[in-house]
């Protein structure tokens, strides 16, 4: 299982380079004081900073004017859980789902102990032929959502637990997992979210042996290569496993897919997790901010799930041409010439030269 993560990771973080889209499309959601979406705005309204030079708006796709439904992706992820949490999050999916219709295009995901994807109501296949036809069922699938979410957990506590000592396992399990489903949501048209449900892992870690650490031995080189970064002193104490590159590179992936990330951290308490530079707060963090999408705090699950369908069928599409890429992260800046409208956007992508 290790090995198969790994190597799974070292094919996402040092693999061949990903073309670069000249055009640079923007998903973005407008919302006034009360954090209601605004939908009445104009390309003109619109300014674009990349890197803080101000861009001409090439192309200008108004909020509430998709042509194909939103998907929204709940990723319920058990892996990187409190597990006396469990219960209570099970719950607030399915009270957050029960409502729902045969018209909502919902989807729930699981990521076991194990450290694999499990279905609970699958995506469509990319051609768009559905998985079922609900239309003809007397209650849709969300209206099961408990018995089918109760089944699942019971499924998959049947498999083997991953080493929760291993911190960089559950990192490269977690962030390949993400990256999967990103792979299938960029195969289906409209606007796409992913809601993961979350205590979140770790993007930077010490790892006391340093770079030339050989414990996977052999082709897990090319791995340690891809993440690990010798000069971590200035805020982790030593050598690290650095992931900022692949979370900036899978983002640059999901914007130029349509698809943003809304991320949960599911201390049901409400007290914040620690903060700083590559701890999973950060990483939560960065996941919403960098694709344009939200964090709540405190297992607002049904909060989250009710704003990723509203925002999704409310977002603007903005594209500009880009600089000539240079290789290098760009920061984006997107504001509104309207007094009270608040803008959230994507902060930035990765300039890959072709």
């Known amino acids: 299982m290790r090995c198969v993560l790994l190597a799974a990771w070292a094919l ?56 194909q439904p939103p998907t929204t992706l709940i990723f319920f992820d058990l892996l990187n859980s409190v597990s006396g949490h469990r ?52 209650t849709p699938w969300t209206g099961k959502a408990h018995v089918l979410l109760d089944r699942a957990i019971q499924d998959v506590y049947a498999l083997p637990h991953m080493d929760n000592n291993d911190r960089g396992l559950r990192s490269a399990a977690t962030f ?79 914007d130029r897919n349509g698809a943003l990330v809304y991320s949960v951290e599911d201390t049901v308490e409400g007290r914040l997790p620690p903060s700083g530079l590559g701890t999973s707060k950060d ?23 009710a704003e990723s369908l509203q925002d999704a069928r409310a977002r603007y599409q903005l594209a500009y041409d880009a600089p000539p890429p240079d290789g290098k992260y760009h920061k984006l800046r997107v504001a509104c010439s309207r007094k009270g409208v608040r803008i959230e956007a994507q902060r930035g992508y990765f300039a890959d030269r072709q």
């Open 176 to 254: 390949y997992a993400l990256s999967q489903l990103g792979d299938q949501l960029a195969q289906l048209p409209g606007p796409t979210t992913i809601v993961w449900i979350t205590k979140g892992v770790a993007s930077v870690l010490k790892y006391p042996d340093g770079c030339h650490e050989t414990r996977f031995g052999g082709a897990w080189g090319t791995y340690l290569a891809g993440v690990c970064n010798s000069d971590c002193t200035k805020f982790i104490g030593g050598p690290c496993l650095d992931y900022t590159p692949f979370l900036r590179h899978f983002t640059t992936e999901l």
């Open 87 to 138: 219960e209570y999050i099970s719950t607030q999916i399915v009270r957050a789902l029960e409502p729902l219709g045969t018209d909502a295009s919902v989807y729930l995901y699981i990521l076991t102990t194990h450290g694999e994807i499990y279905p609970v109501h699958a995506l469509p296949p990319p051609a768009g032929k559905a998985q079922e036809d609900e239309s003809a069922a007397a």
């Open 12 to 67: 996402v973080a040092c693999g061949q380079p990903r073309p670069h889209t000249p055009r640079v499309t923007l998903n973005i959601l407008a919302l006034d004081a009360k954090g209601h979406p605004v939908t009445d705005l104009a390309s003109a309204g619109f300014r674009i900073y990349d890197d803080g030079k101000l861009q001409t708006i090439a192309s200008f796709k108004p909020g509430a004017a998709h042509s």
């Open 283 to 305: 990483t939560l963090e960065q996941l919403a901010t960098l694709t344009g999408g939200r964090m709540y705090i405190g297992g607002e699950v049904a909060k989250a799930i």
